[in-house]
């Protein structure tokens, strides 16, 4: 995923050096998009693995070196949209988006592993957007969302809940290029979503016990994503 954002990212420089002058806009845009969660289910998993105890320190069988638990690891979303000018200054489209929701992972006292990760799946139709003053774009619109829960023992089946959820989702773009054939934008959106209910998620030991476990809670998959927008115009106008 650092391979992927490091290309998009050059790409995205490049095309701004390049298209600052040129301005072009097309009939209909295919839109790419790659960039991070700052938020989301897993911070109140992080709370809930301190709250029942899996939050013992771990070593490294490699190095032999101590750490804390719970551990959160990064998160990563990409997206693909498709718009079509309506009318002037409006676009309506659809959006697909892939959240990754972060990974937590602790250790109990009797030596229990528990690693849970959340993702995300959803479906923006339509989605609007609309021009605003100077390089703006304001976007929203309805959700459809398949909100995925799995929790790993390390010594056991998993743990997998896999629940609908709908909201709605809007944001802000700011344009940094458009030229003939590429566009590219900074956006940052918020997708607002009804909670589900996941649980429990059950450790198991290394002799293949399964003991402490989080119970069923409800969990909110409403987030942040920020990041890149590369674009590119399918048609123009004549």
């Known amino acids: 995923m650092k391979i992927a954002f490091s290309i998009l990212l050059g790409i995205f420089l ?19 998009a790659i960039g991070f969660n700052p938020a989301g289910p897993a911070r109140k998993m992080y709370r809930l693995m301190e709250e029942y105890n899996f ?6 069988w490699f190095s032999g070196k101590t750490y804390e638990t ?3 690891s990064p998160s990563f979303n990409s997206r693909l949209s498709y718009f079509r000018i309506v009318k002037p200054g409006i676009k309506a489209g659809v959006i697909i988006n892939y959240s990754y929701l972060k990974e937590i992972s602790g250790l109990d006292n009797d030596v229990a592993y528990l690693r849970v990760f959340f993702s995300n799946i959803t479906a923006v139709l339509p989605a609007v ?20 829960g799995i929790g790993s023992g390390g010594y056991g ?46 450790a198991v030991n290394i002799s293949g016990d399964r003991s402490n476990a989080i119970p069923e809670s409800s969990f ?10 590369l674009g590119f115009h399918l048609a123009k106008n004549k």
Request: proline content about 8%; glycine content about 10%; some cysteine.
């Open 70 to 72: 719970p551990i959160m």
């Open 129 to 148: 957007k609309f021009d605003l003053k100077k390089s703006w774009e304001f976007l929203t619109g309805p959700a459809a969302m398949i909100n995925i």
């Open 157 to 202: 089946p998993d743990d997998k809940y896999i629940k609908p959820s709908f909201g709605v989702l809007t944001g802000l773009n700011l344009k940094v290029w458009d030229r003939p054939g590429t566009f590219g934008n900074l956006t940052i959106n918020y997708l607002l979503a009804a909670p589900n209910r996941m649980g429990p998620f059950t």
């Open 55 to 60: 939050n013992d320190p771990g070593s490294s």
């Open 14 to 32: 490049f095309c701004s050096v390049q298209g600052q002058e040129a301005t072009t806009e097309g009939k209909s845009d295919l839109e790419i």
């Open 220 to 229: 909110n998959f409403g987030h942040v994503n920020a990041g890149l927008i």
